[in-house]
């Protein structure tokens, strides 16, 4: 799964956006998707971004595709709501 991200590349602007974002997010589940797109931009493979999180490198492979489909704003939103009681 480690060859998924051959060619995984951000743009300068778009990577400070993200380190922008990263700081600014209280959020640990949202500062690891957003700390996964930064290692792979710097060549590490999904496998390696999942052990350095301690997840499933299917989890990041389905971080990575969320945001080649929906974007940050994609990325950033969680989906469990948590228990509504």
């Given amino acids: ?8 590349a951000l743009d ?3 990577r400070k ?7 600014k997010d209280k959020d640990v589940r949202i500062h690891n998707r957003l700390s996964v797109l930064l290692w792979l931009d710097q060549g590490r493979s999904l496998d390696d971004c999942a052990q350095l999180l301690g997840v499933c490198s299917r989890t990041v492979g ?4 969320l945001y080649q489909r ?3 704003q994609a990325l ?9 009681g």
């Fill in 1 to 8: 799964m480690g060859d998924a991200t051959v060619g995984f």
């Fill in 12 to 14: 300068t602007l778009l």
């Fill in 17 to 23: 956006k993200i380190e922008k974002l990263r700081r």
């Fill in 62 to 65: 389905n971080w990575l595709e």
């Fill in 70 to 72: 929906g974007g940050l």
């Fill in 76 to 84: 950033r939103t969680l989906e469990y709501k948590g228990d509504q």
